[in-house]
């Protein structure tokens, strides 16, 4: 698409031990000043720009100040600026620097092609939503946590499977003793519900895969529900119960017997800027190594 928005202020985001970084980070820097643009670089992130004292400032300060993000990285780089900057509306760009991503989309070769593109307002954009949980002890709101991928419930017993109950939108949908149970959205259907079985959705879709890790009926399996459903997950009693609530990797407090974790889609999405071209289905095929050999 072609697009009027115009970028006056970039954001500069990136993972501090990866190969190339201070390269990469160095170079989009200057050719963003080059460009006119005020350049506001992650704190982190400040050592790595050679030849220059840029402005720097926290993802909350990023959020507050710049109208795009340049994440430099892989995939879970992207999420955690994703979950920071969700909340001030700031587009992302992701550069890989690691192995094929499925949201850093963007080769180091190409970066400045690239950027021009979006500047000159030649790109799509695309808006995937976030899933939010929260935890429930007693009737109280004790945590709260945002996830691009998937929201786990998983037992932190080493010997001990856990019982799961689950409400669709306060219906009752099944009892499961199980190592776990993986919420996922769309973005993260090709992350670890993947592993677990689930189907691959299109990133654009309004559904939410719910996916039983290691369940001890093979009868338990994925199901996709409506992406304004709310997911209620509560545990059946237990001699030696130990659970945890992890959202994107980021860990909760240990859960309790008689907690309850509900889970919905947050109102704002996260918004992608991708290259014109991008093709969902072809990074599917070179991740997944589909249709090897074979030319449409």
Same mark, same amino acid.
């Given at each position: 698409?072609?697009?009027?928005?115009?970028?006056?202020?970039?954001?500069?985001?990136?993972?501090?031990?990866?190969?190339?970084?201070?390269?990469?980070?160095?170079?989009?820097?200057?050719?963003?000043?080059?460009?006119?643009?005020?350049?506001?670089?992650?704190?982190?992130?400040?050592?790595?720009?050679?030849?220059?004292?840029?402005?720097?400032?926290?993802?909350?300060?990023?959020?507050?100040?710049?109208?795009?993000?340049?994440?430099?990285?892989?995939?879970?780089?992207?999420?955690?600026?994703?979950?920071?900057?969700?909340?001030?509306?700031?587009?992302?760009?992701?550069? #890989?620097?690691?192995?094929?991503?499925?949201?850093?989309?963007? /080769?180091?070769?190409? !970066?400045? *092609? $690239?950027? +021009?593109? =979006?500047?000159?307002?030649?790109?799509?954009?695309?808006?995937?939503?976030?899933?939010?949980?929260?935890?429930?002890?007693?009737?109280?709101?004790?945590?709260?946590?945002?996830?691009? #991928?998937?929201?786990?419930?998983?037992?932190?017993?080493?010997? /001990?499977?856990?019982? !799961?109950? *689950? $409400?669709? +939108?306060? =219906?009752?949908?099944?009892?499961?003793?199980?190592?776990?149970?993986?919420?996922?959205?769309?973005?993260?259907?090709?992350?670890?519900?993947?592993?677990?079985?689930?189907?691959?959705?299109?990133?654009?879709?309004?559904?939410?895969?719910?996916?039983?890790?290691?369940?001890?009926?093979? *009868?338990?399996?994925?199901? =996709?529900?409506?992406?304004?459903?709310?997911?209620?997950?509560?545990?059946?009693?237990?001699?030696?119960?130990?659970?945890?609530?992890?959202?994107?990797?980021?860990?909760?407090?240990?859960?309790?017997?008689?907690?309850?974790?509900?889970?919905?889609?947050?109102?704002?999405?996260?918004?992608?800027?991708?290259?014109?071209?991008?093709?969902?289905?072809?990074?599917?095929?070179?991740?997944?190594?589909?249709?090897?050999?074979?030319?449409?």
């Amino acid at each position: 698409m072609q697009s009027s928005v115009k970028f006056g202020v970039a954001a500069l985001i990136g993972k501090s031990d990866a190969d190339r970084i201070a390269e990469t980070l160095t170079e989009l820097y200057q050719h963003l000043m080059k460009r006119g643009l005020r350049v506001v670089v992650e704190t982190a992130c400040v050592p790595f720009i050679g030849g220059a004292t840029p402005e720097s400032g926290s993802l909350a300060e990023l959020g507050e100040r710049c109208d795009f993000a340049v994440v430099v990285g892989g995939d879970g780089t992207l999420l955690s600026a994703a979950r920071g900057l969700a909340a001030y509306d700031v587009p992302l760009i992701g550069v #890989n620097l690691g192995r094929l991503g499925f949201l850093v989309d963007i /080769s180091p070769a190409d !970066i400045a *092609t $690239h950027l +021009d593109d =979006v500047l000159d307002g030649r790109y799509s954009e695309e808006e995937r939503f976030i899933l939010g949980a929260r935890i429930i002890r007693h009737g109280e709101v004790i945590y709260r946590q945002s996830a691009i #991928n998937d929201v786990v419930v998983h037992r932190s017993n080493a010997t /001990s499977m856990i019982e !799961i109950v *689950t $409400h669709i +939108d306060g =219906v009752f949908l099944n009892s499961q003793r199980s190592d776990g149970l993986i919420v996922s959205t769309p973005t993260g259907s090709t992350a670890y519900a993947l592993s677990a079985g689930g189907p691959i959705l299109s990133p654009t879709l309004s559904a939410i895969v719910l996916a039983p890790i290691n369940p001890h009926a093979l *009868t338990n399996r994925p199901i =996709v529900v409506g992406g304004e459903s709310v997911v209620g997950i509560s545990f059946r009693p237990s001699k030696q119960f130990g659970a945890q609530l992890v959202c994107d990797n980021v860990s909760s407090p240990d859960l309790e017997i008689d907690d309850l974790v509900e889970i919905r889609r947050e109102l704002k999405p996260f918004r992608l800027l991708h290259p014109l071209g991008y093709d969902f289905f072809e990074i599917l095929r070179a991740k997944l190594n589909w249709s090897s050999g074979y030319r449409a």
